[in-house]
């Protein structure tokens, strides 16, 4: 199935939002003949104008190549268009980077192979304008499906990562990647309105904030290598200690009619851990309180 213009294999595209447009025009751009389908064909025209082949279904896509690639609202629509495209995955790789679950991601997985299929779950930690740049895309499925296909996904972006063959991978990295950067950004916010209390402007805090963010950075590898072993020493500061800064950070919160919110949260984490005996252990410890699903019912 190689065209024979180029030389690249062909590639097809369902869905065009914002980000099924930017993964169809990189396909465009490196010379891949590139099918496209979208619900409301007029959103196909300016990829249209630049080579693509309008489908007129899903189905029809499809059949144009031997890698499909979805990317939609959510995993309801993906399922209506499964529903609809019949035998034609037979002998085909269909990836999915439509953001979900580790549960349908395997459930996807099941309803691709009864079609014949070969299913990658895939997770695009990216902005559409990344694509085809320097995004970082995960992909996690048989590596018999993904390695034909490589050299053509490579061309989403440069942080191409193929993470194993359970489906669930790429869908649970997304959201362990969500959790980080709604933590990071919750503590910046906190941070700029503990400040803006005080007449400071945010932008003001933010060389601060960019340096603090890097030096946590920094720390990450370190308390990897302490959870994966189970050990947790604590060369800096014990987890009581950090105990004792949080309540600062609490109590200064009030006294500025700032939200206590965020900042009890956390408190309320590292005094859990002090009352399980992990106050002397490292920062790294907390993990502990994570892992258990009492302590977020608790929460």
């Not at 980000?19 to 490196?30: D, H």
Request: proline fraction near 5%; hydrophobic fraction near 45%; include cysteine.
């Amino acid at each position: 199935m190689q065209n024979l213009d180029t030389g690249l294999a062909p590639v097809a595209v369902l869905g065009l939002g914002l980000m099924g447009r930017a993964l169809a025009e990189a396909f465009l751009r490196a010379g891949h003949p590139t099918t496209v389908w979208n619900r409301t064909a007029a959103k196909a025209e300016p990829l249209v104008a630049q080579g693509a082949k309008l489908a007129g279904s899903p189905a029809d896509a499809a059949a144009a190549a031997p890698l499909v690639i979805v990317c939609v609202a959510d995993h309801d629509a993906v399922r209506e268009l499964l529903d609809s495209l019949g035998d034609v995955l037979d002998g085909r790789v269909l990836v999915n980077l439509t953001s979900g679950t580790s549960l349908t991601a395997r459930e996807t997985a099941e309803r691709v192979e009864r079609k014949g299929g070969a299913y990658l779950d895939g997770a695009i930690l990216a902005a559409p304008q990344g694509i085809g740049a320097d995004a970082a895309i995960l992909y996690s499925g048989p590596r018999s499906a993904f390695d034909p296909h490589e050299p053509t996904l490579r061309v989403l972006g440069a942080g191409t990562t193929y993470l194993g063959d359970d489906h669930a991978l790429s869908s649970l990295y997304d959201v362990a990647v969500l959790g980080l950067m709604w933590g990071i950004l919750n503590g910046f916010l906190q941070g700029a309105a503990l400040l803006g209390a005080a007449g400071v402007k945010a932008t003001a805090f933010t060389p601060v904030a960019t340096t603090g963010i890097a030096t946590v950075a920094d720390w990450v590898a370190g308390y990897a290598q302490q959870i994966d072993d189970g050990t947790y020493p604590a060369p800096d500061a014990t987890i009581g200690t950090h105990l004792t800064a949080m309540e600062h950070l609490v109590h200064e919160s009030e006294s500025l009619g700032v939200s206590t919110e965020f900042p009890r949260l956390v408190k309320a984490l590292a005094e859990r851990a002090v009352a399980d005996g992990r106050g002397g252990d490292g920062y790294a410890a907390m993990i502990e309180q994570f892992r258990t699903p009492a302590a977020g019912a608790r929460a």
